[in-house]
């Protein structure tokens, strides 16, 4: 089965320094791979995915993530933060043969000002 | 832009009780999930429901639990008599194409509190 390390739980950073939250993936072949945001009180949007190709992929907001299979890592990117981008990210992982999306743990960023 | 919508945002209820969480999928999605968070945990998949069938499910998603869609707009979780580790925040999800390489677009989720 597959499952998804986050090994940060929460992360405080600075407003306009860059941010890298981390993900790592146990699953056999090629993954589809993902990035989510909830902000308080509201649903999981999707940030960006990765399903095969170029292995920078671009989101919205400004994120940005690259797959590097031979450390079994999705990390995702931001140069610059801003105060809305305080939130809890999930990574989740999904394979090719089946429905279910497996989630991380969360990493819950705080933005100081 | 289309979103998935889920009512209530906030549901008590007594242990034992019958609970039905409700969702409006994306209009053109063909199928639909139900995901839950217990507090502190991760989010974990429930089911999976295409062409008013089952597609997948997992452990959690015991006799206690069923999912429907009883019209062309909503879908249903209905958890028959309702335990203390049910309670969780509830997410239903859809998508345009099944099997999880394509986008589950997610609803912003029911608390359910069970006492």
């Known amino acids: 089965a597959q499952s998804v390390t986050q090994p940060d739980i929460h992360i405080t950073v600075s407003e306009g320094a860059s941010l890298e939250l981390r993900c790592n993936y146990s699953?056999?072949?090629?993954?589809?791979l993902f990035w989510y945001v909830q902000s308080p009180g509201q649903g999981l949007q999707l940030l960006l995915k990765?399903?095969?190709?170029?292995?920078l992929v671009q989101g919205i907001k400004g994120f940005e993530a690259e797959f590097k299979r031979s450390q079994s890592s999705f990390n995702l990117r931001k140069p610059s933060v801003h105060w809305s981008d305080a939130a809890e990210y999930f990574c989740a992982v999904g394979r090719s043969n089946d429905y279910k999306l497996s989630f991380g743990a969360g990493t819950t960023v705080t933005v100081r000002a | 832009e289309p979103e998935v919508t889920q009512t209530p945002s906030h549901q008590v209820t007594q242990m034992g009780q019958e609970v039905i969480l409700r969702c409006v999928p994306i209009s053109n999605h063909l199928y639909f999930y139900w995901y839950r968070q217990i507090l502190g945990q991760k989010v974990e998949f429930l089911v999976s429901f295409y062409n008013n069938e089952i597609s997948e499910k997992s452990e959690i998603f015991d006799d206690q639990f069923s999912v429907e869609r009883p019209d062309g707009s909503n879908f249903t979780l209905k958890i028959r008599s309702t335990k203390l580790e049910d309670s969780a925040m509830y997410f239903c999800a859809s998508s345009e194409q099944g099997l999880s390489g394509d986008t589950q677009y997610f609803g912003p989720g029911t608390r359910l509190t069970v006492l």
């Open positions: 990765y399903f095969s190709g170029d292995t």
């Open positions: 699953y056999g072949a090629t993954p589809y």
